[in-house]
């Protein structure tokens, strides 16, 4: 009878024991799944979400940006929607505005070019506050570096702030081309900077053998980022950086100090190359250059390129941009050079960011900003009689105008650094 229970109490043992290693087993491959699961879900998480804007080759980037509920949203995809609140400040209101961008001072007639906002696809952006913004900014320094399109959304953002207050103007040595411009809010303790550096790289505009006269045509050394920013940067808790329009324009490349090409310099023997090389190239010198700064710590927005919107003719042979309205997402895709020239700085940012170890994030407008061709000067930069030799404006901006917008897509991207 004893052996009966003991043989009996040995197999019970024997299966619980059996069961246990079971149960065990199970737990272990639940919780090797659920590790893999993790690791995939982070991965995820962690790549950039391109959410590409319709193209004719289905490639154009916008990345996502949490918004303060911690939710994922992009906010660079999205459409205009008609804004009543809008717009913000007047030209009247704002000492900031560039002559060439005050449109309603020179006889624009309409305005409801002033009365839109950017509205992501599943989200809300919400519109640009002065007072928190210079409360996140609150003894920082913020520079813009770049080209007069660079200089204009620094002006829309003043005009934005004025209401809360204006800067005391401290450069060293104020120019009539404000190509270097230093600005402190004294109650916030807030230092705005602008540094023209139009190619971002080290460049010289030649001039006529028999004289002073400047030529146009300008000798860009392409893996030598320009020390007029490269040597002032170190203090910086931020960089707006920009660049693309000048590329057009007709140059000499250089590499290693020797002439490598050009773009339409038509000199004999020279090698012609593209917008697309010397953009790609001048980016990477300057993502390199600031990759490279030890004493940097702050923080590097690319801001990417704004579209022109010439139509019926090129810039200098009667283009012009006369629409009224924004464009619906699939009424326009962005193509062609505009494509070609975004793509470069999404690859070369990319490549910063990967390779290096400073903070690199995209401040990415061009989306947006191709669906406003209502929104720039024209001809309205100046008085309809004035005797000066100026082209119809549709590279820069109106202010009050889509540019404001910029502002609000910068806060947005400043609090989550702050979070």
């Known amino acids: 009878m004893g052996n009966q229970i003991s043989n009996c109490t040995c197999r ?9 290693t079971r149960i065990i087993k199970n737990i272990t491959i639940l919780i090797v799944i659920a590790f893999i699961l993790l690791i995939l879900l982070v991965h ?31 906010i660079f995809t999205g459409e205009w929607v008609p804004d009543a609140r809008a717009p913000y400040y007047t ?16 006889g624009r007639p309409d305005s409801e070019f002033m009365k839109w906002r950017w509205k992501p696809d599943k989200c809300d952006l919400p519109a640009f506050d002065p007072h928190r913004f210079l409360e996140v900014v609150r003894g920082k320094t913020m520079a813009f570096i770049g080209d007069s399109v660079g200089r204009n959304q620094m002006q829309s953002l003043i005009c934005l702030l004025s209401k809360v ?31 023209w550096s139009p ?33 002032q940067i170190d203090g910086y808790d931020y960089i707006i950086l920009n660049a693309a329009h000048w590329f057009t324009r007709t140059a000499v490349y250089y590499e290693n100090r020797r002439l490598i090409g050009c773009r339409y310099c038509q000199f004999p023997n020279i090698t012609d190359l593209p917008i697309t090389y ?33 139509e019926n003719g090129l810039w200098n042979a009667g283009g012009n941009c006369l629409r009224r309205r924004p464009f619906r997402s699939e009424e326009i895709n962005l193509e062609g050079m505009n494509l070609d020239l975004y793509m470069i700085q999404l690859e070369e940012f990319r490549a910063a960011q990967r390779f290096g170890e400073r903070k690199f994030r995209l401040l990415d407008i061009t989306p947006a900003m191709l669906l406003r061709p209502d929104g720039h000067p024209s001809r309205y930069g100046h008085l309809p009689d004035e005797n000066v030799t100026l082209y119809n404006d549709c590279v820069h901006w109106c202010l009050p105008g889509p540019i404001d917008s910029w502002a609000d897509f910068l806060l947005h991207m400043l609090r989550m650094e702050a979070q």
Not at 56 to 69: G, H
Not at 169 to 182: A, G, I, Q, Y
Not at 203 to 229: C, H, I, M, Q, V
Request: glycine residues 4%; positive net charge; charged residues 25%.
């Open 12 to 20: 019970s043992m024997e299966k619980i024991r059996s069961n246990q």
């Open 278 to 310: 010397g953009l790609r190239r001048a980016f990477r010198a300057a993502f390199r250059a600031i990759n490279g700064k030890k004493n940097f710590r702050g923080v590097t927005f690319l801001r990417t390129f704004a579209p022109s919107h010439f």
């Open 91 to 106: 030209n009247r209101s704002c000492r900031a505005i560039h002559e060439h961008q005050n449109c309603i001072k020179y």
């Open 199 to 231: 190619f971002l790289v080290r460049s010289e505009e030649r001039r006529d053998t028999d004289g002073p006269t400047n030529t146009g045509l300008f000798n860009l050394y392409l893996d030598e980022a320009d020390k007029a920013w490269t040597t």
């Open 44 to 74: 995820i998480d962690h790549q950039p979400n391109y959410n590409f804007l319709k193209t004719s080759s289905s490639s154009s980037a916008a990345l996502t940006y949490a918004d303060s509920t911690a939710a994922k949203c992009d």
């Open 165 to 195: 207050e204006y800067p005391n103007d401290v450069s060293s040595s104020p120019t009539h081309e404000e190509h270097f411009k230093r600005l402190i809010y004294l109650n916030y303790n807030f230092t705005l900077v602008f540094r």
